[in-house]
């Protein structure tokens, strides 16, 4: 069962680095989600893409032990400093999704990844939209996450994961689904497009991935479990 939902408002962090991805809707539906899952002192959470570090701090709030993870040095930084402004204590580390942590395994991994789908090809590798645009179908890392979760989830662990409803809520439950987990999509709201995906509306069109008259993006949150 799926539910729509109200936008949820998104954390209120302190500093925010040029560069980095500001907390939004998408960050929002997903702390909310966060608080569902009965975190506390024993839970170990892995953040992937942690950005300005918004759901590792609410994490580390209520009691978990958290790991946080971006492959951008000024994410890291931010990350940091909110912990430090937050009274919380976030370990961060620099690298790219899971290969910043091998070997360890976690009782709970969010991430809100880059996810809009963009004309081009390659990822950037630097600038502001290496914080969204995620390739022509926007599951660049979404997949990537997908295929790691089954490696870093302990046993009965969860992975929590908000994402556009143009790249594909349903395709990554099959995708879960096929590494052995239990997933199923457990929110979605619907917001208006920002800036990114209004400019790119045209191209959103011909590609097939958006109604040209709607406005409105779904975002969705899904839920997968190890058994």
Request: one cysteine or more; charged letters at 20%; aromatic letters at 4%.
């Given at each position: ?157 969860v992975l929590l ?62 839920r997968a479990e190890?058994?």
């Open positions: 069962m799926t539910a729509e939902t109200l936008a949820p408002t998104p954390p209120v962090l302190p500093l925010i680095v040029p560069g980095v991805y500001a907390p939004q809707w998408d960050t929002g539906l997903l702390a909310r989600a966060l608080h569902r899952e009965g975190v506390g002192p024993s839970t170990d959470v892995l953040d992937l893409g942690t950005g300005s570090g918004a759901l590792a701090v609410q994490a580390a709030r209520l009691g978990a032990r958290v790991t946080a993870v971006d492959i951008s040095r000024r994410a890291v930084l931010t990350a940091r400093m909110n912990a430090l402004l937050a009274g919380r204590r976030v370990r961060v580390r620099r690298g790219d999704l899971t290969d910043a942590v091998p070997g360890s395994s976690y009782d709970l991994v969010i991430s809100n990844p880059p996810y809009v789908p963009s004309p081009s090809e390659s990822l950037p590798r630097r600038g502001r939209a290496r914080a969204w645009d995620a390739g022509p179908d926007g599951r660049a890392f979404v997949d990537r996450i997908c295929a790691a979760a089954p490696t870093v989830l302990r046993p009965g662990g994961i908000v994402h556009s409803g143009l790249c594909g809520g349903r395709t990554t439950v099959q995708r879960l689904a096929a590494a052995g987990l239990r997933a199923s999509i457990t929110d979605r709201v619907r917001v208006p497009y920002g800036p990114v995906l209004r400019a790119r509306l045209p191209w959103l069109v011909r590609e097939g991935l958006a109604d040209g008259a709607d406005r409105r993006e779904e975002l969705v949150v899904i190890r058994a």
